[in-house]
Every structure is written in C-alpha cells, then in structure tokens.
C-alpha cells in the first residue's frame, strides 16, 4: 500500500517562498506522476501541478509562475517550491499519486495546512 | 467559478438513492476521463471512481459512475450515514491544459 507524507513549514510570511515536501513509502518515486493538490479553507480542491521522475512537470496555468516541483529519488520525495505567497495561498496542501495512466489520483496524502501570515 | 459545475447539496434518507451531476464541456469532460472523490469531514479525499464508471477495490458497488456527453454522474444506492461527506468530480481539461476539480457536492444523509 502506497503512502504519502507531506512535511514544511505550517506557518509561511507574506512574499516569502512556501516549501514542502513528500515522503514515499510503499512505492518509488520513479514510476507513475506525483501531484500536489490544495485546498483553501471552506473551498474546492485546485491542483497545483504534477511531476514524474523524469522531471517532466506540468503545473496549473494559473500557478505557473510561481511554482517549482521537483523529485529525489535517493529520499523517495518530491517536493513543491511556491514563491511569492499571499493570504490566498493559505490552503490544507495534499501530495498524491496518479494512477497508471494518469487520468485519477489514487493514493492521496493526510494534507497539512500552511497559513500565509506575518 | 469551477469549470465543472456541481449542485452544491444534496440530501435523501438512509437507504435510499442519491445522484450526483457534474457538468462540463467538451475541452474537459467530453473528451477525458472523470474519476470522482469522497471527502469526509476533516480528512483527505478518497477514489471513488475512475475512469467514468470503474471502481477501486474496497470501494463497494453502492457507488456507481457513468458518463454521457459533457455530463458524468455519481450515484450512490443504499444511503448510510456514514456517507455523509463532500463529493468531488474531477478531469483534464484540454483548454486550461490542467486538471480540474468540481465545486463540490455536500450530500447530507437525513
């Protein structure tokens, strides 16, 4: 059975960068697509982005410029860079895996939420 | 505003039916694959469907999915309580070039 564990910081400032990152256990990094997903308080789930071991990353058009993902193989992680974050950043972030084929997200992490706030 | 465009609420009794629609377009849930998502209260979502009507193992028969056209449908039989949850439908879609999830369906198990 898959799991996934997100780690970072639960507390970023305004303008500053978000960073988290994926734990992996019961698969590897090196196969299928890795995601992130968030949630803002009260809302719907909006995806980030979402990366294979590859490197080949594709990311929300709406997010594009400020995000970064990228995967370790040697830790079993990958990881998500957001810079520039606002009070609209503030969100539970989800890491999850695709299934084969990458049209669903199968296994899906606990979530952590990150607060933008000086 | 999503661009798969769920009912906010719905509700029935136990052991009844309940239906869930998500409508979209032909960028998105016309021409791709709609899996839906089971969110209970304070936790992470769930699969409930893929690939418009298959489900994963575990999950049981009482949830169903289909697609037509631009529209897909979640249906759930034999309502429990422990149901109650957000409903999520979700897709590629085409335009936006990105993954793109539903407003969300709060189903309320009376």
């Known amino acids: 059975q898959v799991q996934l564990q997100e780690s970072g910081p639960g507390l970023v400032k305004p303008a500053e960068t978000l960073s988290l990152t994926c734990t992996v256990s019961g698969g590897s990094v090196n196969t299928y697509y890795w995601t992130w997903i968030r949630q803002p308080p009260g809302k719907r789930l909006e995806w980030i982005g979402s990366i294979n071991y590859s490197g080949g990353a594709k990311y929300n058009p709406s997010l594009k410029s400020r995000v970064t993902m990228s995967i370790d193989m040697s830790e079993n992680q990958f990881s998500l860079k957001l810079n520039s974050v606002t009070a609209a950043d503030t969100a539970v972030y989800y890491c999850?895996?695709?299934?084969?084929?990458?049209?669903?997200?199968?296994?899906w992490g606990q979530g952590t939420l990150v607060t933008v706030s000086s | 505003q999503s661009v798969l465009t769920q009912p906010p609420s719905v509700s029935a009794a136990p052991g009844q039916k309940v239906t869930i629609s998500c409508s979209g377009s032909s960028s998105n849930i016309g021409n791709n694959y709609v899996s839906w998502y089971q969110q209970l209260p304070g936790t992470a979502p769930q699969l409930l469907i893929y690939e418009n009507y298959k489900r994963p193992s575990g999950i049981p028969d009482r949830f169903s999915g289909s697609k037509s056209g631009t529209s897909a449908t979640l249906g759930i039989t034999g309502l429990q309580t422990g149901d109650e949850a957000d409903y999520y439908c979700s897709t590629w879609d085409s335009s936006l070039s990105g993954r793109v999830f539903g407003g969300g369906t709060k189903l309320t198990v009376l």
């Open positions: 999850a895996r695709f299934g084969e084929g990458a049209s669903y997200v199968e296994y």
